[in-house]
């Protein structure tokens, strides 16, 4: 039988890594670590799980690569920073390889939009001392708006004033990223991921609206990247050429959910500003990725900066089937999908597609699995063939 989706389950050379299909799962933060940024055992099952319905590539969640310099985002989420995190990434990268399939740890400081409880009273930093407007708190129930101490449908959750990164400190952070990727590779991840996408603090410089510096960080495409690629430099040099780095890059983020760039000309000038990079290849975040939000070109904003930058792109955003996926590679859109809520809700994603199997996907919640009152017991079409999984 001819394959359902050829392109999808091709084998792909990503940097240095060979992948088994084209299918990655998008970095989705679940905040499952112990308390003190150590992975646990629950974070080992949930990837092994993925890997085991078929993934090319899992790049994980936003992890805080250093302590201090308030990198840390969320409370419970896993870090990278310590030897008893190499510990337990250690034990996610084995049972994730036992499956066949590559994992890059996601490498993320949350600048501006931390949450106040996890900065030890320190204020946040940013490009610029700029404040965020804070977003609203998406929850369908009363323990997270309790945790916060906020009230309401939809309760504003709110930041601090930021103080900007000195010049000094950008180098020091860098720094901050290449250690992280050094532990990284140590525990076992076949490369990592700068997230530079949804509003934290690469973010925060890549946007010309929250990057107001005058120095050489700020000012024009090439400067706001600036202090992406000196990460990239730092981390290439500590993890050598084997080992994949990409960058993630989106327009909005957690606190600007319709974020939009000045123009498409400015995604060409960041996909030009970032051809003479260490990065392997650039990722894509979005929630739809054919819509670019911008009037003066409807091209979707993966494959202006892929041909921008000639590198290859992840793409990610709104992807739910296997036919909006094959179409996002043979349009030129993507080299790889990343696909996130999907995979939260059904671990067997790339196995049930490429059954060819007609299946009626459920809806995805934006925070959770699917919407309640659906049934995650649903989320499997039924009379595919045993798949035969590797018990490892
Ligand atoms: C609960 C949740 C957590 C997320 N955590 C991260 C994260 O840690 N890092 C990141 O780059 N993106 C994160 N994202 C964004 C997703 O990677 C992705 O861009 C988004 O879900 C849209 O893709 P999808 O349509 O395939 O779900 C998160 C999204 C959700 C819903």
């Not at 949450?115 to 009363?142: F, H, I, K």
């Not at 916060?148 to 950008?170: C, H, M, Y």
């Not at 720094?175 to 050094?182: E, K, P, V, Y």
């Not at 892929?306 to 859109?333: D, F, H, V, W, Y």
Request: proline share 6%; glycine share 10%; with cysteine.
């Amino acid at each position: 039988m001819a394959e359902a989706f050829p392109t999808l389950f091709s084998p792909a050379n990503l940097g240095p890594l060979t992948l088994r299909n084209r299918i990655a799962m998008a970095p989705l933060t679940r905040q499952m670590a112990h308390a003190d940024g150590t992975p646990t055992d629950e974070m080992a099952a949930y990837y092994a799980r993925r890997a085991r319905g078929g993934l090319g590539l899992i790049i994980t969640e936003g992890t805080y690569e250093q302590d201090g310099w308030q990198s840390k985002s969320y409370m419970s989420q896993p870090g990278i920073a310590t030897d008893a995190h190499v510990a337990g990434w250690s034990r996610v990268c084995d049972a994730v390889h036992a499956h066949d399939c590559r994992i890059i740890i996601q490498l993320m400081h949350g600048g501006r939009v931390s949450d106040p409880r996890v900065l030890n009273g320190q204020p946040p930093v940013s490009a610029s001392a700029t404040r965020s407007e804070g977003w609203s708190l998406y929850t369908d129930n009363s323990y997270e708006k309790d945790i916060r101490n906020i009230a309401g449908e939809w309760p504003k959750v709110t930041f601090g004033q930021a103080r900007a990164l000195s010049v000094a400190d950008i180098h020091e952070v860098a720094d901050g990223f290449a250690a992280g990727a050094g532990r990284a590779i140590a525990a076992g991840a076949d490369g990592v991921e700068v997230h530079g996408a949804n509003g934290y603090l690469l973010w925060q410089f890549i946007n010309p609206a929250t990057n107001l510096r005058t120095d050489e960080f700020g000012g024009s495409a090439e400067n706001n990247l600036r202090f992406a690629k000196l990460i990239g430099d730092r981390i290439r040099a500590v993890i050598g050429p084997d080992k994949l780095i990409t960058l993630r890059l989106s327009q909005d983020g957690v606190d600007d959910f319709v974020g939009a760039w000045p123009g498409v000309a400015y995604a060409k000038a960041i996909g030009a500003a970032l051809q003479n990079s260490a990065f392997d290849a650039l990722h894509w975040s979005s929630f739809d990725y054919l819509t670019n939000r911008q009037t003066d070109d409807a091209t979707p904003m993966p494959t202006v900066i892929g041909r921008a930058s000639g590198k290859p792109m992840i793409t990610n955003g709104g992807i739910a089937t296997g036919a909006q996926a094959e179409a996002a590679l043979t349009s030129g859109a993507a080299d790889i999908v990343a696909i996130g809520r999907p995979i939260f809700a059904h671990p067997d994603w790339p196995y049930i597609v490429r059954s060819g199997a007609d299946y009626d996907w459920l809806p995805f919640d934006r925070k959770y699995v699917v919407q309640p009152p659906l049934d995650y017991g649903l989320a499997y079409p039924v009379g595919l063939a045993d798949p035969l999984w590797p018990t490892a």
